[in-house]
């Protein structure tokens, strides 16, 4: 759960760098409109980042399976996420 929390961290930072490019644009239509406010946007990605966090750690009480693989998937979307922003800005 922590490589979740700190991947979410990474896609935001990674997000603000690919966007300084002018090459990227923010495709989620409910952050595209907090991008203009790095705190909002920070606080409102934190917030449903420790709500994944506490959907998984609830079901996880069902079954230890579950859990694991939703956060294989979870990190590996994030993953994927911030390395395409990292190649974005690395190309400018």
């Known amino acids: 759960m922590a490589v979740w929390l700190l991947l979410n961290v990474l ?7 690919a966007l300084s490019t002018g090459k990227a644009t923010e495709i989620n239509p409910l952050m595209s409109l ?8 920070i606080t409102a990605k934190m917030l ?18 579950y859990s694991v693989v939703s956060l294989l998937v979870l990190n590996i979307y994030v993953a994927l996420v911030c390395a395409n922003n990292i190649i974005v800005w690395l190309r400018n």
């Open 48 to 65: 449903l980042a420790y709500g994944a966090v506490k959907i998984v750690e609830k079901a996880s009480a069902r079954s230890i399976y």
């Open 11 to 17: 896609d935001v930072l990674s997000t603000y760098q």
């Open 34 to 41: 907090l991008i203009g406010t790095p705190l909002l946007l």
